[in-house]
């Protein structure tokens, strides 16, 4: 149920698979800065047979150029990486989703779907904040802002 869901492990999951999986040391964040580029907003819908709604990871464009040449094992710069960004940052909240949703609500407990992303401004993104049952900022290597949210279907 909803009551499952806490900052403090979505936290977890999220600062354990960006160190593991793409090389990226992010801490929580109480105040987090403007953001730097054009948001990505990747979406991942799970279900349950109780309720439904999405996870969420936000990061600027010029992060998700950095967590692609991290993943590739290439330089930021790299055309390769740009070309990369937005399947990173999808295959980033896939690891989260998975191991968030079974965290949350127990193996197989809860499906999930494919991610989606989009690049919105900031006042389209305040609208999903203003959604959330569970967010979490975070500051990646000193300088990058990341958000999660978990955002609950109102039809359940």
Known sequence: MIADLTSEILAEVAGQTLEEAAFV????????????????????EFSRPDESGK????????????????????DA????????????IKEILNIVGGVAMERFYGKDAAQIGIPEAET???ARYAGLLEQAVCKIHLLADMEHRLDFLVIINENG
């Open 77 to 88: 710069e790299d055309e390769e990486a740009a070309i990369g960004a937005v399947g990173a």
């Open 25 to 44: 040391f992010a801490e929580p964040e109480d105040m987090p800065q403007p953001w730097a580029s054009d948001i990505v907003v990747t979406e991942l």
């Open 55 to 74: 996870l969420i990871l936000a990061v600027s464009i010029n992060f998700a150029s950095e967590v692609s040449a991290n993943l590739l094992g290439i």
């Open 120 to 122: 919105m401004d900031d």
